[in-house]
């Protein structure tokens, strides 16, 4: 673009605008509530004392989140130097929320099952992070190779999945849980972000969603409704957290749980690969939002980061987000980035983030996630053919079905049984395609761009690329990368063939069928172009 809006002289970027304050406020009460809910799982369902919690972990989770988003806030900056354009906006980044509950359900909680010491547990969860730092940082070199032979459409729609599944639907249903404060804070955002209303003193709609619905909670107190969940005596509770807590070295405890490296390389592989794809999936939507950043730099960073903080005691992957598309179109550019790990260092070392769990009801934040959720899955649409729409609904697909089998998970768990000991029969006589649901729904993101892609050559007609894709499906599911509950040899072998049957028979329709011309189309994304667009 070359509106005088968008561009100015070399040297003359701004670190913060107007718009700044808007993307903080939202970005800032997104990393808050996942600190809040890591906090939550780590007091109450691993039993960590508040000795360990508030005096090594938040500490170093608090480093770590303000390494990565100051050095985003960087990389902003000298794309912006670069270009001379005054709308480069930093990439969103903080601790990946699939793999907090992973690490917390997957790892963590069946060491401390099996010892009784939630330090062990602590140390499997460093382990498992610090495994995944170095799967991160050699993936980094590979990832733009991936990302410039893979259609847009496929990326992004894997990415889609994410957004409608395991980030939209939560706070979705829990604002419909509680929905005077829910449904207002979220009529708030949207007629900010969405329709251009603008607050008193031009507050930003993010903070005017909190504290309506901090004041909808705490005033249904005064009627002893508890509308909200908070209390008085929580928030005496908090403020015995205070005090300076600095992060201090914990690489003895990191090389403590090598002992239970078994249990940790059935997890931490697989997921640092769901990083590498899901980190490329995000880069690739801030291209198409307009800031290209280098993906090797974004992938090596996020790994070193994250290697720093496991050796300084944090048990949680530091990861880039989705969501830059929406920070943008509110207005953030670079300072919010940063201001952002600012603002969780000084919670975290200081132990505020427990007061603050106290004062503010989290679904007047969770709104804002909505928002993200809705913007994400959007774009998935609007950056790409119109004819490419088919193959984005079926590389969401994997993650809706990961999604459902999360559910049907949680509520036979909570029943104190499993699907195994229930019967896939019974499941199935039920309605519930359990088996189905685990093996489209492995792997998904990666599952998701695999499918993506051969539609999306398949619907141009370059059927040779098509079967490179199902090919490459082939091997990936052979070894449990997709359609598998684990890496190894020969995990989904039936489904493997599937795709080895579909890559042989595109390879032959190339090569013999008589195939119809595609529309005139332009393929999104980094590789080659197709035919230009249509008029």
Not at 467 to 491: D, K, P, R, S, W
């Amino acid at each position: 673009m070359t509106s005088s809006t968008m561009t100015a002289p070399r040297g003359g970027e701004r670190f913060w605008v107007p718009g700044d304050w808007n993307a903080f406020f939202g970005f800032g009460t997104n990393i808050l509530v996942n600190v809040l809910v890591l906090t939550g799982l780590l007091r109450y369902v691993l039993k960590m004392p508040d000795s360990l919690v508030f005096g090594r972990i938040l500490p170093a989770t608090g480093l770590m989140l303000f390494l990565s988003t100051v050095y985003y806030a960087w990389l902003a900056y000298r794309l912006a130097q670069k270009t001379g354009r005054t709308d480069v906006c930093a990439l969103p980044s903080g601790i990946s929320v699939p793999h907090m509950f992973v690490v917390t359900f997957v790892v963590m909680l069946p060491i401390l099952l099996k010892t009784n010491d939630p330090v062990q547990a602590w140390e499997a969860g460093l382990t498992w992070v610090f495994v995944q730092s170095f799967v991160l940082m050699a993936g980094g070199f590979i990832a733009p190779v991936i990302r410039k032979i893979t259609p847009r459409a496929a990326l992004l729609g894997s990415l889609a999945g994410i957004s409608i599944t395991f980030i939209s639907m939560r706070p979705g249903l829990l604002v419909f849980e509680t929905p005077l404060i829910g449904i207002v804070c979220l009529a708030v955002i949207l007629a900010n972000w969405f329709g251009g209303v603008r607050y008193f003193g031009g507050v930003p709609g993010g903070l005017v969603a909190i504290i309506i619905g901090t004041v909808i909670a705490w005033g249904s107190n005064l009627f002893g409704l508890g509308y909200g969940g908070l209390s008085l005596g929580a928030v005496g509770d908090a403020v015995s957290h205070f005090g300076f807590s600095f992060p201090i070295p914990a690489v003895e405890h990191v090389f403590s749980g090598f002992k239970f490296l078994g249990v940790i390389l059935i997890t931490a592989i697989p997921f640092g690969i769901y990083d590498l794809v899901e980190a490329m999936d995000n880069v690739e939507s801030a291209a198409a939002a307009g800031d290209s950043f280098p993906t090797t730099q974004v992938l090596t960073a996020d790994g070193v980061i994250s290697l720093i903080g496991c050796l300084l005691g944090n048990p949680f992957i530091n990861a880039v987000y989705i969501g830059h598309p929406g920070w943008k179109a509110m207005g953030g550019r670079i300072g919010y980035s940063a201001a952002t790990g600012v603002m969780v260092l000084l919670l975290s070392w200081f132990g505020v983030v427990a007061l603050m769990s106290a004062l503010i009801p989290v679904v007047a934040i969770l709104p804002i996630l909505l928002y993200i959720g809705m913007l994400i899955g959007s774009q998935a649409f609007q950056e790409t053919p119109k004819n490419h729409a088919p193959a984005i609904i079926l590389a969401m697909i994997p993650q809706i079905a990961a999604w459902g089998k999360t559910m049907i998970d949680g509520a036979l768990g909570a029943a104190g049984t499993n699907a195994a000991a229930v019967g896939m029969d019974k499941l199935g006589n039920a309605g519930v395609l359990y088996h189905g649901l685990a093996t489209l729904g492995g792997g998904a993101t990666l599952a998701g761009i695999i499918l993506g892609a051969v539609t999306v050559f398949i619907i141009e007609r370059q059927l040779d690329k098509a079967a490179y894709f199902a090919f490459a499906g082939a091997i990936l599911t052979f070894f449990g990368f997709i359609h598998g509950e684990e890496i190894g040899v020969a995990q989904s072998p039936v489904v493997a063939l599937g795709y080895l049957g579909v890559a042989a028979m595109l390879f032959a329709f190339d090569r013999y069928a008589h195939v119809t011309p595609a529309e005139p189309s332009a393929m999104h994304g980094h590789g080659e172009m197709t035919t230009q667009p249509a008029e």
